[in-house]
């Protein structure tokens, strides 16, 4: 089974500088995707990046990047002038890519989350 | 369009009651998955369901269940609610059931058992 580990419970940013959420994850599948989501307090959980694993160029959507290290099996998030529309929860998850026997191949695997303050 | 949507907002039960929550999904979208999310954790799965089969199931114990209908929409079904059901579910949907296709997630309903 796959596993995904956050190990920053909580993060804080200043307005309009440079924070890197970290992700690691466990899997024997050399296939898959990995995703980080942002819930707000509004609970909507929202696709922020996606990287598969078989890309070896690191994704980006505008001020967020990853670095995508599949040999460690480590995926961190890194948000460039953080605002403060940016603070809310951050999950890293993963997904498989293979269809195993047809079972469970949407299923997302959730980290515990970051929650990511920004201050004025 | 209309996003995922999901009723009610918010549920108040007592234990040993039984519960239905309801999902819309995204016009054209065929699959749907269930999520729990226990205050401060990430979300677990529960189920995924696409053309109205069951195509993935968590491990979670034989009191949740659920189906999907023809009109793509799904319901999870939770029987003797115990404290601990108490959670923030969240539905899902996405085009198909495969891995490369993205999941769109609605508000969540807000279970609380007292």
């Known amino acids: 089974a796959q596993t995904v580990t956050q190990s920053q419970p909580e993060m804080s940013v200043q307005e309009a500088e440079t924070v890197t959420l970290s992700c690691t994850y466990d899997?024997?599948?050399?296939?898959?995707?990995l995703f980080w989501y942002k819930q707000p307090p509004s609970r909507q959980m929202i696709l922020v990046i996606r990287q598969e694993a078989y890309k070896q160029q690191n994704a980006t959507e505008n001020r967020f990047s990853v670095n995508f290290q599949k040999a460690a099996k480590s995926f961190s998030l890194k948000i460039s002038d953080s605002q403060l529309g940016d603070a809310a929860m951050y999950f890293c998850a993963y997904r498989s890519r293979a269809n195993a026997g047809g079972t469970s191949y949407g299923k997302l695997t959730f980290g515990q989350g970051t929650i990511l303050t920004v201050h004025p | 369009d209309a996003g995922v949507t999901q009723s009610p907002t918010h549920l108040i039960k007592t234990r040993g009651q039984h519960v239905t929550l309801r999902c819309s999904p995204i016009s054209g979208h065929k699959s749907v998955s269930w999520y729990q999310q226990v205050l401060g954790q990430g979300p677990q799965f529960i189920f995924q369901?696409?053309?109205?089969?069951?195509?993935g199931r968590g491990n979670f114990p034989d009191r949740f269940s659920a189906r999907q209908f023809p009109n793509y929409s799904s319901e999870l079904n939770v029987n003797a609610l115990l404290l601990g059901d108490s959670a923030l579910y969240l539905c899902?949907?996405?085009?198909?059931?495969?891995?490369?296709?993205?999941?769109?997630f609605g508000p969540g309903t807000r279970l609380t058992v007292l």
């Open positions: 899902a949907s996405s085009l198909q059931g495969a891995s490369y296709n993205e999941q769109f």
């Open positions: 369901y696409y053309e109205k089969e069951e195509r």
């Open positions: 899997t024997s599948e050399s296939d898959y995707y």
